[in-house]
């Protein structure tokens, strides 16, 4: 017998809405990272995998500074990962067979590193707690992109490869001026050769990690300087979209960010959050721009369907302007506003007033934001409730929500090495914002199968704290993404349906239609009960099969076309 309170997903406003016997939210500093945490993903329920520029790093490896670590969440410390490519400034994420890839990169300062402009470094998916013996494949004389490719973004697509958009081809004080107006994918498609994009060339010149989201009809949203167009992967087509609103431009060197938020059943609607970045004209030279020039506190959304496109951008507002921020989507459905500067752009000692010689941008902006999606426009962002940290989160930070359900906070390097002094020194210091459920008793997923289809059927044991009364009852299954340069890229909530026996001890849920809804590959379950959200359950979604693969589950009832 059943409960008849089936809830998903249910937003409850506000930042405080566990038992007041807990902390509440709060930051605990917690580690140091080894190396700048300038790229940072999820690996398992243990691990997450840190990239930085090859330079001067404190951790090291085989006699040189290291710019690969692995970060252990359970002794929140970091050991050197060898990689041998730079990486400074790429992309990735996770395949559908639990593959870790690192893509791109730069032309390295330091005799220690290759070449990694056409690089794909791989991380295996690794079965020990610690870490040990787990190591990155890196030899781009065996495996590598077919074009250099410096500030690329990349995001999973519905047969569990990686899609890989845009960049440049070397070195560029700011904005791209020797774009890579192509698309390719990992592993290749079209006997390698990259697809020309007429929209990268229009985007110029601030176009550098467009932000890119996979639809759950397969195709692909993107986003890039104040452009936006949603691009068929199948039939290499592109639909043109409405600008951003108010002239506000929010990919790199104006970094905003930008998130697709939950689905949810039946019909999986998509909807794009893009949030930050600036208004400045990208045809005046970086030189005469300022690093106190304003920040933008827009916030535009949109239904990305036929009917939600002629509808248009929503408009509102942060309660802070942001450049650099980042978005992590929360289990509850909520999404999480952090970093970044109120001031300035991305980039570093290009324009005027550049913070001592380095830092294009000032004024760090220290409190995070909630915006709860379901509320009224106008009452969708609060920072009730948050707490301020003492660490600035600038250019080249991090921010990913963890296995435990919270989120960890990295990086931040605006200068051209590893320093101690200045305004904003490198930041190593690794930082976890605790949400109020952190510090009461939680669910708890139990007996989670390693692998769930889709459009399946399944019930789990739980675990319910005798004090939640099940009000609301949320499973959601989660991509956590790889953040880098203020995007999570792949990061993907979608909500489940849910019920509750009676007897609180089972839970049935129906996982995600097919692999277009959900794209593939390893994610998390987590379990939220009135606003108390458990540890994530890892799982591999789909068949765990490299890519390609095929289609999986059944249609959506109704067609997003």
């Known amino acids: 017998m059943w409960d008849s309170r089936l809830l998903f997903p249910v937003f409850l406003a506000g930042a405080g809405t566990v ?24 690996v398992s329920p243990t691990l997450a995998v840190f990239f930085d520029k090859p330079l001067n790093d404190p951790l090291s490896i085989n006699g040189h500074p290291a710019w690969g670590a692995l970060w252990n969440f359970e002794t929140n410390t970091a050991t050197a990962l060898n990689a041998v490519s730079d990486s400074f400034c790429a992309s990735g994420g996770l395949l559908s067979n639990g593959t870790m890839a690192s893509l791109a990169g730069n032309i390295p300062a330091i005799p220690a590193a290759l070449d990694g402009r056409q690089a794909i470094r791989i991380f295996e998916p690794c079965q020990s707690p610690d870490g040990s013996g787990c190591t990155l494949f890196d030899n781009s004389s065996q495996l590598h992109l077919a074009t250099p490719r410096w500030y690329p973004s990349s995001l999973k ?9 845009g960049g440049i081809h070397e070195s560029t004080p700011f904005y791209n001026t020797d774009p890579v107006n192509s698309f390719e994918f990992f592993p290749p498609k079209d006997n390698g050769v990259p697809r020309p994009s007429a929209f990268l060339e229009r985007s110029l010149p601030a176009n550098l990690f467009p932000r890119g989201f996979a639809l759950p009809d397969g195709r692909v949203f993107i986003v890039a300087n104040n452009q936006t167009i949603i691009y068929d992967i199948e039939k290499n087509t592109e639909t043109i979209l409405p600008d951003l609103p108010n002239g506000v431009r929010v990919t790199n060197p104006f970094d905003g960010t930008a998130t697709l938020l939950p689905l949810s059943p039946p019909h999986f609607t998509p909807e794009i959050l893009v949030c930050g970045g600036t208004n400045a004209s990208d045809t005046i030279p970086s030189e005469s721009l300022s690093s106190q020039d304003p920040a933008s506190d827009q916030c535009s ?61 000032d004024h760090p902006v220290l409190t995070p934001e909630l915006y709860t999606p379901n509320a009224p426009l106008g009452q969708r962002i609060s920072s009730k409730g948050l707490p301020t940290t003492d660490i600035p989160r600038m250019y080249h930070s991090t921010a990913t929500l963890t296995p435990m ?26 930082e976890f914002l605790n949400p109020p459920f952190m510090t009461v008793d939680r669910p708890k997923l139990l007996n989670v199968p390693a692998k769930i289809g889709f459009n399946q059927l399944l019930t789990v044991d739980v675990s319910v704290p005798s004090n939640l009364q099940a009000v609301t009852v949320q499973a959601a299954v989660v991509d956590l993404g790889f953040s880098s340069h203020t995007f999570h890229s792949s990061q993907r909530l979608v909500f489940m349906e849910a019920r509750l026996s009676l007897n609180r001890k089972s839970l049935t849920i129906t996982t995600p239609p097919n692999n277009r809804v959900f794209p593939p590959g390893p994610a998390f379950v987590f379990l939220t009960i009135d606003d108390v959200t458990s540890a994530g359950a890892q799982v591999m979604v789909g068949t765990g099969g490299s890519p390609p693969v095929p289609d999986q589950g059944i249609k959506l009832p109704i067609s997003l076309l």
């Open 19 to 42: 038992a007041a016997a807990g902390q509440g939210w709060h930051f605990v500093q917690n580690g140091t990272s080894g190396i700048v945490a300038l790229e940072a993903i999820v």
């Open 157 to 165: 697509i519905f047969d569990g490869s990686l899609m890989i958009i």
């Open 301 to 361: 959304r949109i239904v990305a369907t036929p009917e939600g496109i002629k509808q248009g951008w929503q408009v509102e507002h942060m309660i802070n302007p942001r450049m650099m921020p980042e978005m992590i989507l929360l289990p509850n459905g909520q999404v999480l506003i952090t970093n970044g500067a109120q001031t300035g752009y991305a980039a570093i000692g290009s324009v005027g007033g550049a913070i001592d010689g380095s830092s294009n941008a």
């Open 405 to 430: 359900g919270n989120i960890m906070l990295g990086g931040s390097n605006p200068n051209g090495q590893v320093v101690s002094t200045g305004k904003f020194p490198s930041e190593l210091r690794i």
